[in-house]
């Protein structure tokens, strides 16, 4: 049998369009702000980086914030991560960018527009049939008002995806504070001011990246109801719809 998801986490047909569009260089994803006449384009797909999910259990969410910072310091547990309901093989997977441009011009200054649209964790090669919202474990679809869509905050614009099993170990850099940086220690640092923090221990990673305030969990789906990709819009209009 074919998958069919609820109709309440579905994608509609315009956040859909962008999910497709946002991994298809070429495709255009609307027009630069206050210039309909010039395209926003897909210019290609990055990868980043590889992470290791060993136990099949993944957090989407931002890697701190501010309150999380003061509990920790003062040896207070911190809040739960917002960990996905559903689960995925454990394995090794790639995270990807997609990249677009939206030639601008700023007080006769002229830009690229480059930015990033989406980031993708991509599960398998098998093609998706169907985007849905992803539900936390702690989330519960039958209490969702209606037209309520869950999402994950982030105060300082960074979302993570991160190997629940080891999320203690793997965010405690991020709830530092040395010498009054922001800044983790010990991560790896990445292109694109992405970041990656390992527990060798348990052979699981974190992997930090473009999150415009938070956003919405997408599960790409496929024929068979798989996950083939979780990804992550960065704020643009239409991919919360």
């Given at each position: 049998?074919?998958?069919?998801?609820?109709?309440?986490?579905?994608?509609?047909?315009?956040?859909?369009?962008?999910?497709?569009?946002?991994?298809?260089?070429?495709?255009?994803?609307?027009?630069?702000?206050?210039?309909?006449?010039?395209?926003?384009?897909?210019?290609?797909?990055?990868?980043?980086?590889?992470?290791?999910?060993?136990?099949?259990?993944?957090?989407?969410?931002?890697?701190?914030?501010?309150?999380?910072?003061?509990?920790?310091?003062?040896?207070?547990?911190?809040?739960?991560?917002r960990?996905?309901?559903?689960?995925?093989?454990?394995?090794?997977?790639?995270?990807?960018?997609?990249?677009?441009?939206?030639?601008?011009?700023?007080?006769?200054e002229?830009?690229?527009?480059?930015?990033?649209?989406?980031t993708?964790?991509?599960?398998?090669?098998?093609?998706?049939?169907?985007?849905?919202?992803?539900?936390?474990?702690?989330?519960?679809?039958?209490?969702?008002?209606?037209?309520?869509?869950?999402?994950?905050?982030?105060?300082?614009?960074?979302?993570?995806?991160?190997?629940?099993?080891?999320?203690?170990?793997?965010?405690?850099?991020?709830?530092?504070?040395?010498?009054?940086?922001?800044?983790?220690?010990g991560?790896?640092?990445?292109?694109?001011g992405?970041?990656?923090?390992?527990?060798?221990?348990?052979?699981?990673?974190?992997?930090?990246?473009?999150?415009?305030?938070?956003?919405?969990?997408?599960?790409?789906?496929?024929?068979?109801?798989?996950v083939?990709?979780?990804?992550?819009?960065?704020?643009?209009?239409?991919?919360?719809?």
């Amino acid at each position: 049998m074919k998958w069919v998801g609820d109709a309440r986490l579905a994608a509609g047909p315009e956040a859909a369009r962008y999910l497709e569009a946002a991994f298809t260089p070429g495709a255009h994803l609307g027009t630069v702000y206050d210039d309909p006449t010039t395209p926003v384009v897909v210019t290609g797909i990055e990868e980043v980086t590889t992470m290791r999910v060993p136990s099949g259990r993944l957090v989407v969410d931002a890697p701190w914030d501010d309150d999380d910072v003061g509990r920790y310091e003062r040896g207070v547990p911190t809040r739960p991560p917002r960990e996905l309901a559903v689960r995925i093989p454990p394995g090794v997977y790639r995270v990807e960018i997609a990249w677009t441009a939206g030639p601008y011009e700023f007080f006769g200054e002229h830009f690229d527009g480059i930015e990033s649209a989406a980031t993708r964790l991509r599960i398998s090669d098998v093609p998706v049939i169907g985007w849905e919202m992803g539900l936390g474990v702690d989330e519960d679809i039958d209490r969702l008002s209606p037209g309520e869509k869950p999402r994950f905050g982030a105060d300082h614009n960074v979302g993570c995806f991160a190997d629940a099993g080891a999320w203690t170990t793997l965010s405690a850099p991020f709830r530092r504070c040395p010498d009054g940086r922001w800044e983790p220690r010990g991560s790896g640092q990445l292109p694109d001011g992405c970041e990656r923090i390992g527990d060798e221990s348990q052979q699981a990673d974190l992997v930090t990246f473009t999150a415009e305030s938070g956003g919405i969990v997408w599960l790409g789906r496929t024929g068979t109801g798989d996950v083939a990709a979780i990804v992550v819009t960065s704020g643009m209009a239409g991919a919360t719809a």
